[in-house]
């Protein structure tokens, strides 16, 4: 392997619960490879405020440690890839997208309860515009309103009986090992996921080819990469940030090719919701299968296919 092993890699992390919990994860990757790591927490103004996301702007909790990995402050940067904006950013290098733990949501209510026993006027909490509509939809009754916090916070509105129930990812309660408290785990065709969910972005300096190099090699995931990039590419393709109301899911599946025999093909779903801000929600769902190193391809035919159906009037 290359030299870097003679130094001490220092990785960036947000200051909160999760992601420190995430940016520990790949620290014991690269020191079970017999590389020396450090820690470092970098404040984010995201971390900061409390006001709704869609106010303080995407890549609120992103942007800072950018920073501080183009200022040399530290050589790796571990971030949600679900909270990254989908532009590019100069300077900075993919290094690695590891085995991405479950995407799916994940109800926590009261009582157990799941979606189905929670009865119509259920208040369920949620600052996700993408969750809040797909909530909605479901036609059940539920009154949706919207809540920030870390995930202590907001678990702890159901514990103190003042939300019926909250949804978040279920990759962030499994990091913090509270996946316990889950009362449904739910099915991605009543909800599909944030594009990305669940995955890490772990980025290097694109002159740093040697940590580069070294993190690809030790925690990349090709399947993970292909189907981030295909929901991340329908995303863009939509205009849409990560505060819309817009869910994806791939998956590498079997499928047949033209002379029977199996072939692992990259499948994907989207949705994206309209008229969110009133009361005429309208939902769009498409899905679509293709070859899995057609993934920018497959999520930009996808939006197109969403965009046909309506979503152009998507609310941002
Ligand atoms: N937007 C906040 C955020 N960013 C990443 C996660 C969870 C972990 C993940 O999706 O990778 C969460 C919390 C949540 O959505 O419940």
Aim: net charge negative; aromatic share 0%.
């Amino acid at each position: 392997m290359t030299s870097v092993a003679d130094r001490v890699i220092r990785i960036g992390t947000r200051g909160s619960k999760l992601a420190v919990a995430q940016t520990g994860t790949i620290a014991k990757k690269l020191e079970e490879a017999g590389q020396r790591v450090e820690i470092i927490t970098v404040s984010t103004p995201g971390d900061r405020s409390s006001a709704p996301i869609a106010e303080i702007g995407v890549g609120v909790f992103t942007s800072a440690l950018r920073e501080a990995l183009l200022d040399k402050q530290v050589d790796v940067a571990v971030h949600s890839y679900k909270d990254l904006p989908t532009a590019p950013e100069p300077g900075i290098a993919l290094a690695a997208v590891p085995l991405r733990e479950d995407p799916r949501d994940a109800l926590i209510a009261r009582d157990r309860l799941t979606l189905g026993e929670l009865p119509s006027g259920s208040v369920i909490g949620t600052g996700s515009p993408r969750r809040m509509a797909q909530l909605r939809a479901l036609g059940l009754g539920f009154e949706v309103v919207p809540i920030r916090g870390n995930i202590d916070t907001r678990i702890g509105k159901v514990t103190s009986g003042e939300l019926d129930a909250v949804v978040l990812a279920r990759a962030g309660l499994a990091r913090v090992g509270r996946v316990g408290e889950i009362t449904e785990t739910i099915d991605p065709l009543q909800m599909l996921p944030a594009p990305a969910q669940g995955a890490l972005a772990v980025e290097t300096r694109v002159d740093d080819v040697d940590t580069e190099h070294l993190l690809h090699s030790i925690v990349d995931d090709e399947a993970t990469r292909a189907a981030v990039a295909a929901e991340r590419a329908m995303l863009a393709a939509l205009e849409a940030g990560c505060s819309a109301p817009v869910g994806a899911l791939a998956d590498v599946v079997e499928d047949l090719d033209a002379e029977g025999a199996v072939v692992e093909r990259l499948s994907l779903r989207g949705v994206a919701a309209t008229g969110v801000e009133g009361d005429s929600i309208q939902i769009l769902r498409a899905s679509a299968i293709a070859e899995k190193h057609e993934a920018d391809k497959l999520g930009r035919s996808l939006a197109a296919e969403l965009l046909d159906l309506g979503a152009g009037a998507l609310s941002r």
